[in-house]
Structures are given as structure tokens and as C-alpha cells.
């Protein structure tokens, strides 16, 4: 703490301990006043604005340091000077006093509380900036919140002080009227427990959630707005139509068809979308022949003298394509059309938000999901489509193992098929324009599979700005500028893989005006719906993350929202995000990292456990990588976890779950885990963080109590003798 704050601390603690100790309080009773009117209102006739200026300032004074007083006071202002003055001093000295009590509650501490408790007030810190001034308004209304608790618990959050001060000074004009009101009527009053009557309590709270009624009536409004210029239906067709049948528009129609709304499924391309056919399923085929490749390359290390492995590269991509066939029929038209769900080939417009054209016919619903996916992003680089490129969707129709590859870009697609390719036998060049691949994870976690990538032969090329392509006498070239300089790589092929964009093109978004975000995903509310009602959004399409598992983690929410919001919607519950990169080593996590934490400013402790230790790592031969987990300082709580390693994917799950569902360090570390598996590595990371808080005072008096058990020497001798075997 800064001497300024110990300072004010003292200051303001010396005032509360003086109130009390010299028993203040004793002025601000009804009897004194009672007893004094005489005395006092005399003084008030000689000495008019002497007598209001002492008053306000004993009145800003109280309620700034948070004192008991401020309703005796408001009567006694009402006795004093009537129900029209009374009423404006009062209302200015309570919402300035009010005001200094938050900015001294901000001051003291509110960076403590940010920094400690910032992960879990992060939604009320989100609703405050969005409807703090509602809540306010709602709080001062209702005559069951203290007002000096809404004052110290408001300067914890992050509502504006000019905000606070003026919804406070209407929202408490209302009570301070029939508090000055009573007041000049003073002589009458014996305690104050009756100035409110039960009606009147009642009024207030009406008054007081009348903010937020409003708020419901706006957006009713606007949603009436939005949908006006769409005649409605008598009857629909559907309860829902769904567009696109990939991972997100899969579920949100198996949810459907569950709870036995008709839903209608309008797929344009592959059932399966990009997961199935171009995505997930096709990429950890090839990730898994290049590995078994690698594990030939490193048979020493087995205890073979070599392997060799003798392949034909349009065979391995058969193979893929053998897998995406056999995991086929899980998203099929007949598995769907046998759980309930119609399903139409074609591509869907929506005509308006009650109907969907597709092939030829136009379609009537209650609502409609929005499941369209995402498509490769090609960087606009002068001579790109010139030299020709593959992306992560054209790059399964290969058939020929390019000599020479240029993968663009160091993301999680750009790095798993960089090691894939390179595994093969390619001769790999992974260009990324930032100062590492995998950016989005910590410095050291994507140094590590750097290494890898350069220990298997991979040019990686960090820090270089592909900014021209040519092809000079028949040979394809990048010219990238790095640190200044032009540095040019030739290549054979090229897979541009610098990231995804929310397809929303060409079926009707626009011409409906449903807005897109900054990121050009389709803009919804959090219950995931757009500027219309009942139109949904879930998937790569709304964005902000690109996985299968949270396209479909939406389409829960997208699906159960369009089928029953009449009665209660649900919000896109985003606060447990797992995901994994399946390079080698394989790069999980779930939570924050530091990076992550830092640029929020959330204090955390790092616990790491090096999976070089685990006995099953090393009996694979697989004895590298980290877990790496963020706690809260001097708790178990788990803020996030990065696990760096063999199925780092898999074993974060234990992560997952104890984020999820609120269970810490200790309950991991007390948990049974198989020996010997991958997982134990969960559970000795849990064991590092156990030794580094053990209570180190207690456990020298254990040492003190097991000396003398043994009725040995003295403890220090005893640990000394350990500490100079161990030396
Ligand atoms: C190479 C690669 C590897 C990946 N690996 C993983 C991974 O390991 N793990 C993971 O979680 N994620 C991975 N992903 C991401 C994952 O594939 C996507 O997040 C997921 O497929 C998104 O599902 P979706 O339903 O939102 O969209 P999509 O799967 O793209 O489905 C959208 C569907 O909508 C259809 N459509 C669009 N417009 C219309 C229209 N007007 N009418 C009818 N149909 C329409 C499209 O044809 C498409 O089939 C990977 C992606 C790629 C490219």
C-alpha cells in the first residue's frame, strides 16, 4: 500500500474511531433533536445560511464516512427548513456525501477486490458498464438496501462517479421527499420505524424495478420494430429451420428434433460442414499417418535398429478419405432423418425472419438458426492468385507430396499441417508475420513445438511479412520483409492458412440488415440472437471461438432459446473454453495463461510440473512438455492451465471438469489417478503447488514432536544431519 492510501486510511479511521469514542452518535437521535429544537431553530432564525451551510456539511460528512445518522438528520431538515429546502439540501449534501463515500470505497479498494476477486466479478463488472445505472436506480428506489452499502459495494465496481452521482440524487429524491416530509412533522414522530408504511415500501420497490421493466418493454419494442415490415404467418410450417448441417447445425436440430419441434436442416454443400469433411476429421487423419511415420524416424529410441516405411502419399490421402467416409454416417441425412430432422439438400435464403427459400420452394417457421459456418481467409498479397494456393479446403485433394511447401501462417491449422507436411518428407517453410507461432499461447509453450518444428527440419520463419508473390522463369517465389529487409523463399506449393471468416455472404443477410461484428461475424445479443427475435446465430458464424466442440457448446443455447425464449432464454455461457492443438508436442488448455492474465490484470500464482518426470512419458518415450496451471495467490482455485505434451488434449480434461464445476488443487491431488498413466501428471502439478504452500510453521513443529518421539537429539541437529546426508 502507498504511504498516500495508509495516509487517508489513518485519517478516515481516526474520524470513525473519533464519532464513536466521543459517542457522536448521541446528537443524532430524535430525543436530542427534540430536546434542542428550541435551541436550534432560534439559532436557525439569526444565522439563516451560517445554520444550512453547518448543516450540509455535517450531512456530506455523515454519509461520505459512512456514519449512522443520515435519516435523523433528513427529518431534523425537514423540522428545520421546511419541505422545499429541506428537500434540496438534502438531495445535494446526500448525493455528494454518497459520492465521497464511493470514491474513498474506489480509492481504498478497489484494486485490491479487482485484483483479487477480478475472474468472478467479471460478469458484474460487464453489467455494470452495460446497465450500471439501471441497477442504481433500482437499488436506491428500494428502501431495503442500506444507501452507505450501496455506496462502498458501487465503488468496487467500475460505474462512472458522474453516472453514480446523478442517478443517486433522483433515485433517492423520492425517499429523501418523504423523509423531509415526516420530518416537518417532527413533534409527532416517536421512532422512525413508521415513516415508511407497507404501501409505501411497496410503491418504492414498484418505482425502483421500473428501470429494468422498461428496459424489457424497449426491447420488445425493438424487436416489434425489427419484425414490422415482415408479415407474419398465421401457421408455420416449422418451428425451426436450421441452415447449414456442420457441427453447430447439427446439434442445434438433433436438440430440436429431441423436444419435438419440427426442424427442418438446409445444407448447401456436405452434411458434416467443415469438421467432418475438410476440418477436425481430415486433419488428425494425416496428423496420425505422419506420426507413425515420425515413430519409424525415431525406432533407436524403441530399440529397433531402423524402420523404414514404405508409402505412397496419394495413399495416405486415400486413407483420409477413407476416415471422413466411415465417421460419415454419424452426421448423415438417414441417422438425421431418423432422429426427427428433415433434411433438404440445397442452399437456404432467408426471405425473411419467418422464411427460408431453397430450391425453388419457400419454407414458413417460428425461428431460424443460423449454422453457416466459416471459410478460409485469403490474404490479399499482391501475385497471390497468380502463383496459385491451397487452403485448409482444397488442400485434401492433393495427391502429390509437394517438394517444396510454403505454409503461410502460425496458427493452430497453419502449425498442425506445417509438422504433418514436413513429416511426410515436404520441405516445410511456416511463414508468420508475429514474433512466434501459436501467438495466443504463452512465450516458452510455443517455443516448444518452435523446437520440435526445427528439430524435424522445418524452416520456421517467425517475424517475416510475406508481402509480394512471383513466379520468375517457371519458379514460384514469397518475398517476405523482415527486420527491414527482403528475404525471398522459393517454393512448389503453397497453403495459405492465415485464419477463418464467418461465412455471411449471398443468403440474405444483408438485404434483411442483420449486422455483422468488427471480427465480420453476425452481431447477436448473448442469448445469440440477432437484431430479430427469433433468428439464432451458433457456430464459426457468430464467432468468437472456431471449435466443433463450442459450435455445438452454442447450438444448445441457439436452439433451446429459439424453441422455448417465450418463457426463458439462456446466455452463451463462454467462462470454461477448452481447445487443443494437435501438433507435436500437442498443446492444450483450458482458462487463462499469463499472457492472458497479465493483459487483464488479474494477479495468479504459476505452478509447473515437467512431464520429463512422469514414468509413463518416459516408458512411451515421450518424456517432455509441461502442465503449467494459474491459480489464485494462496488458493487452489484453478484460473487456467496449459498442458504442453503426448495427449495434453486429452488429459486436460480433468482441468476442464474442476474449472467447470468449481473444484481446486486439493480435490485433484486427492483424487485416485491410474498408475501409470499420462494423467498422473494432472495430480503431481497439483502436488508441486501442495509442497509450495505447505504450512511450513506447522511442519516444524511436527519435526520438533518427531524428535521427540524418538527421544533423540535436538530437532536442528536432526535437520541438520538430513540436510547434510542429502549435500
Ligand atoms: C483444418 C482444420 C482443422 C480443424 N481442427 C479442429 C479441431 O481439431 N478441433 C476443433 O474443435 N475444431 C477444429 N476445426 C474447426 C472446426 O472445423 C469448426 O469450428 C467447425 O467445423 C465449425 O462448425 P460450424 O457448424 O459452425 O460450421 P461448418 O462446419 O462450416 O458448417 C457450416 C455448413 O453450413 C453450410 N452452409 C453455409 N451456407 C449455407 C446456405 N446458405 N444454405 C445451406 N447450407 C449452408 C456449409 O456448406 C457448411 O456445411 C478445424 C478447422 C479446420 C479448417
Not at 143 to 170: C, D, E, H, K, W
Not at 389 to 415: A, C
Not at 471 to 487: R, S, W
Request: charged fraction near 20%; charge should be positive; aromatic fraction near 10%.
Amino acid at each position: 500500500m502507498s504511504i498516500k492510501k495508509i495516509l487517508f486510511v489513518v485519517i478516515i479511521v481516526a474520524l470513525i474511531v473519533a464519532f464513536f469514542a466521543f459517542d457522536l452518535g448521541q446528537y443524532f437521535s430524535l430525543q436530542y433533536f427534540k430536546a434542542q429544537q428550541a435551541n436550534i431553530m432560534a439559532y436557525y432564525q439569526a444565522n439563516r445560511w451560517q445554520t444550512i451551510l453547518i448543516f450540509f456539511v455535517i450531512y456530506v460528512a455523515v454519509t461520505g464516512l459512512s456514519l449512522p445518522g443520515a435519516v435523523i438528520m433528513t427529518l431534523v431538515a425537514g423540522a428545520i427548513f421546511g419541505l422545499l429546502w429541506a428537500t434540496v439540501i438534502v438531495s445535494f449534501a446526500s448525493s455528494i456525501g454518497a459520492t465521497l463515500a464511493l470514491l474513498v470505497s474506489r480509492f481504498l479498494l478497489r484494486d485490491w477486490v479487482q485484483n483479487k476477486f477480478g475472474d468472478r466479478l467479471q460478469t458484474i463488472n460487464d453489467g455494470i458498464k452495460k446497465d450500471g445505472a439501471f441497477y442504481l436506480f433500482t437499488l436506491r428506489l428500494v428502501p431495503a438496501f442500506p444507501f452507505f452499502v450501496i455506496n462502498l459495494i458501487m465503488g468496487l465496481t467500475p460505474i462512472r462517479t458522474l453516472v453514480f452521482y446523478l442517478v443517486s440524487q433522483i433515485g433517492m429524491l423520492a425517499g429523501t421527499i418523504v423523509y423531509v416530509n415526516a420530518g416537518t412533522q417532527i413533534a409527532k414522530i416517536e421512532s422512525l420505524s413508521g415513516i415508511l408504511s407497507p404501501g409505501l415500501i411497496i410503491s418504492f420497490t414498484l418505482l425502483g424495478i421500473f428501470p429494468l421493466i422498461a428496459k424489457k418493454i424497449v426491447e420488445f419494442i425493438k424487436a416489434r420494430k425489427a419484425l414490422r415490415d415482415y408479415p407474419k404467418p398465421k401457421t408455420f410450417d416449422r418451428n425451426m429451420i436450421v441452415i447449414g448441417a456442420g457441427s453447430a447445425g447439427l446439434v442445434a436440430s438433433y436438440i430440436a428434433a429431441a423436444v419435438k419441434a419440427k426442424v427442418t436442416l438446409i445444407e448447401k454443400n456436405r452434411m458434416g460442414g467443415d469438421c467432418l469433411n475438410t476440418g477436425c476429421v481430415p486433419s488428425k487423419a494425416l496428423i496420425r499417418s505422419a506420426k507413425f511415420l515420425s515413430h519409424a524416424k525415431r525406432a533407436k529410441e524403441f530399440g529397433f535398429r531402423s524402420a523404414s516405411v514404405d508409402f505412397d502419399f496419394a495413399e495416405v490421402m486415400e486413407r483420409v478419405q477413407r476416415v471422413i467416409k466411415t465417421v460419415e454416417p454419424h452426421d448423415s441425412v438417414e441417422r438425421y432423418t431418423k432422429l426427427g430432422v428433415e433434411c433438404i439438400e440445397g442452399k437456404a435464403t432467408i426471405t425473411s425472419p419467418y422464411t427460408v427459400e431453397v430450391n425453388g420452394q419457400t419454407l414458413t417457421t417460428r425461428s431460424i438458426v443460423i449454422a453457416a459456418g466459416g471459410e478460409p481467409f485469403v490474404p490479399p498479397i499482391p501475385g497471390i492468385e497468380d502463383v496459385g494456393y491451397l487452403t485448409s479446403d482444397t488442400v485434401w485433394d492433393l495427391r502429390k507430396l509437394p517438394r517444396r511447401l510454403v505454409v503461410l501462417g502460425g496458427g493452430p491449422i497453419g502449425s498442425e499441417l506445417t509438422q504433418a507436411f514436413a513429416r511426410f518428407g515436404s520441405q516445410v517453410t511456416q511463414i508468420e508475420m508475429l514474433p512466434r507461432i501459436l501467438i495466443h499461447e504463452d512465450p516458452e509453450i510455443s517455443e516448444m513445438v518452435a523446437k520440435q518444428f526445427r528439430a524435424e527440419g522445418i524452416d520456421v520463419r517467425v517475424d517475416h511479412k510475406a508481402k509480394e508473390f512471383l513466379v520468375e522463369n517457371g519458379q514460384k517465389v514469397v518475398i517476405c520483409e523482415h527486420q527491414g529487409k527482403d528475404v525471398r523463399i522459393e517454393f512448389d506449393e503453397l497453403l495459405a492458412a492465415v485464419g477463418r471468416v464467418a461465412r455471411t455472404k449471398d443468403y440474405g443477410l444483408d438485404e434483411l440488415g442483420i449486422g455483422l461484428t468488427k471480427s465480420r461475424t453476425i452481431d447477436t445479443n448473448e442469448f445469440l440472437q440477432t437484431k430479430f427475435p427469433n433468428v439464432y446465430v451458433c457456430g464459426d458464424v457468430a464467432g468468437p471461438y472456431q471449435f466443433t466442440h463450442i459450435a455445438a457448446h452454442q447450438a444448445w443455447f441457439a436452439s433451446v432459446n429459439a424453441l422455448f425464449g417465450t418463457f426463458k432464454k439462456f446466455k452463451a455461457d463462454y467462462s470454461v473454453i477448452p481447445w487443443a492443438t494437435f501438433t507435436e508436442p500437442e498443446v492444450a488448455r483450458v482458462g487463462l495463461n499469463e499472457q492472458d492474465a497479465k493483459e487483464k490484470g488479474i494477479a495468479y500464482e504459476v505452478t509447473t510440473y515437467g512431464i520429463d518426470d512422469l514414468d509413463r512419458a518416459i516408458v512411451d518415450e515421450e518424456a517432455h512438455g509441461v502442465v503449467k496451471v494459474l491459480t489464485v495467490p494462496g488458493k487452489d482455485k484453478i484460473l487456467g492451465v496449459t498442458i504442453v505434451g503426448e495427449h495434453a488434449g486429452d488429459i486436460i480434461a480433468e482441468y476442464v471438469a474442476a474449472m467447470r464445476h468449481s473444484f481446486g488443487l486439493n480435490k485433484i491431488l486427492s483424487t485416485i489417478h491410474i498408475y501409470p498413466t499420462l494423467a498422473e501428471a494432472n495430480k503431481y502439478a497439483a502436488g508441486e503447488w501442495k509442497r509450495a504452500h505447505a504450512p511450513q510453521g506447522v511442519l516444524r513443529w511436527f519435526e520438533r514432536y518427531h524428535g521427540w518421539r524418538r527421544g533423540g537429539g535436538s530437532p536442528t541437529r536432526v535437520s541438520e544431519q538430513a540436510q547434510h546426508k542429502v549435500n
